[in-house]
């Protein structure tokens, strides 16, 4: 009987290890395949880009979304933060000028479909001065006067914005003289605004003042005097939702969307 009952043990045990090692052999992926297989498969249009447009194109997705029932996930910054994660899952990317994304497209070769690339609106530079403008700057022209501090941005959409704006007017040197500190990226410029007090002018797009409304005042140029850069979109090549996707481009397209760019300091 020991036998028997011994017998009838082992031979449960050699089936539920066989059973146990078929399951793990049909179940056994990578955890980071199965997240991306899992990311790709949940029908949300994944959307990169700096972190300038942000506002705009989030609020635009929101509306799209509530239309459609197709969800958008916008996420913006410095391109260091989402790249690793938009080589995975980004089915759209945008730019903070026409020369942003190009650079994208040079760093990235693989990613975009560089046919799809579309213009969605234009945007103007100015200067963001403190609130109540106390150096009292009204011009590219007062940026020059001795004790006006000077911060840039050195990239991020904004490279050579200043410089092509002064050329027009020979103001290069002068204005050059006053540049304070120079960043790479717009983030890391609000940081050192709203962390440095003694920082009296930054000549950036208007845009940031409608972001930055609590800690800046905008001195608009007048038009002959502005310098407007693009805000380029286009699908990547990875995308599996490329209907889908293509159709919030199309959305950003249209008049509802560009009275949207149009309260976030677009023209």
């Known amino acids: 009987m020991k036998k028997v009952v011994l017998l009838s043990a082992l031979l449960l045990s050699v089936i539920t290890t066989a059973g146990v090692s078929a399951y793990a052999k049909v179940d056994n992926k990578p955890a980071s ?3 991306t ?3 790709k498969s949940d029908h949300v249009i994944r959307v990169y880009g700096p972190g ?3 506002e705009p194109i989030k609020e635009a997705a929101e509306h799209f979304s509530a239309k459609t029932g197709i969800k958008v996930e916008v996420t913006a910054g410095p391109e260091g933060k989402w790249i690793g994660q938009a080589k995975q899952d980004a089915d759209i990317i945008f730019g903070g000028s026409e020369y942003m994304l ?3 497209i040079f ?3 693989e990613m975009i479909d560089t046919k799809s690339r ?3 609106y234009t945007r103007a530079a100015g200067i963001l001065v403190r609130k109540g403008n106390p150096k009292k700057i009204e011009s590219l022209e007062d940026l020059t006067k001795n004790g006006v501090k000077i911060l840039d941005v050195n990239g991020a959409g904004q490279l050579g914005l200043w410089e092509d704006m002064a050329g027009r007017k020979g103001l290069i040197g002068g204005i050059s003289q006053n540049i304070n500190l120079s960043v790479k990226s717009s983030a890391e410029a609000i940081e050192q605004w709203k962390s440095n007090s003694s920082m009296d002018a930054w000549i950036t797009y208007e845009s940031w003042h409608y972001r930055l409304q609590d800690v800046t005042d905008l001195v608009e140029l007048p038009e002959e005097e502005k310098l407007y850069r693009g805000t380029p979109i286009a699908l990547t090549e990875i995308t599996d939702q490329k209907k889908e996707a293509q159709q919030f481009i199309d959305y950003l397209r249209t008049e509802e969307s560009h009275q949207i760019f149009q309260k976030w300091g677009w023209k």
Do not use: K, R
């Open 33 to 35: 395949q199965a997240t």
């Open 37 to 39: 297989i899992s990311s």
């Open 107 to 109: 760093n990235h070769p």
């Open 102 to 104: 190009q650079d994208f």
């Open 118 to 120: 579309t213009e969605l």
């Open 52 to 54: 300038g447009p942000l």
